[in-house]
């Protein structure tokens, strides 16, 4: 009976160990056809579409937001955009994500970019429009811009869990050559102090406490 009564408690704490929270969001780049491609450039100066599957585990913030470079030495960090989930939230009420898009846009009279990001549910979508990112001057600069995920060979899927809490999970990234070109871009190099990134914004998304924010 002893030996029945363990595999029995054992198998108790393997069921309850099933019933915990485990949610977890997969975030990739989304694939575009020819046709998409060019209705997003011709909406805004450059857009960034990325799928998304799962859900975030309860307690916990997922933000989006981006951080500003200059000469590879971090200058500012702007949080642009959060979705919670209560650490009591029943599973059934929670949302399935499926799309995160992030938007740049000039304004006409000045040398700034205004940003939306859009989060896509299944129940509907968030958003947060007009966020500002100061001083952008491309006169006699090169630019570029793109997927995080197409330039690191290793990086096919970023997955956010427990185990992530405020780690920038970095997604994308727009910059200003100082001298009007570019070598390949490469993560490690642009975040330290250099000399070939006049301007750079990096992208993220990031899971963080409710509790600690």
């Known amino acids: 009976m002893k030996l029945f009564n363990y595999i029995y408690l054992v198998a108790f704490v393997f069921i309850l160990a099933g019933c915990s929270e485990d949610?977890?969001?997969?975030?990739?780049?989304?694939?575009?056809?020819?046709?998409?491609?060019i209705l997003f450039s011709a909406i805004a100066k450059e857009t960034y579409l990325f799928d998304l599957e799962g859900t975030i585990p309860q307690g916990t913030e997922m933000t989006v937001g981006v951080d500003y470079y200059e000469f590879g030495e971090l200058s500012e960090?702007?949080?642009?955009?959060?979705?919670?989930?209560?650490?009591?939230?029943?599973?059934?009420?929670t949302d399935d994500y499926q799309k995160l898009f992030i938007m740049m846009e000039e304004q006409e009279y000045s040398s700034n970019v205004m940003l939306d990001v859009i989060l896509n549910t299944e129940n509907g979508s968030y958003s947060t429009y007009g966020s500002e990112l100061e001083g952008i001057n491309l006169q006699d600069r090169a630019y570029s811009s793109g997927s995080i995920f197409l330039e690191e060979e290793d990086l096919d899927e970023i997955i956010l869990t427990n185990e992530t809490i405020n780690?920038?999970?970095?997604?994308?990234?727009?910059?200003?050559?100082?001298?009007?070109?570019?070598?390949?871009?490469?993560?490690?190099h642009a975040t330290q102090?250099?000399?070939?990134?006049?301007?750079?914004?990096?992208?993220?998304?990031?899971?963080?406490?409710?509790d600690e924010n």
């Open 23 to 37: 949610a977890s969001l997969t975030l990739k780049d989304a694939e575009l056809t020819g046709n998409e491609e």
């Open 167 to 188: 780690e920038k999970q970095y997604i994308a990234r727009y910059i200003i050559s100082a001298d009007n070109s570019f070598r390949s871009f490469d993560l490690e």
């Open 77 to 93: 960090e702007n949080q642009l955009f959060g979705v919670s989930r209560a650490i009591d939230e029943e599973s059934e009420y």
């Open 193 to 210: 102090p250099n000399q070939d990134y006049e301007f750079l914004y990096l992208f993220y998304v990031q899971l963080q406490d409710i």
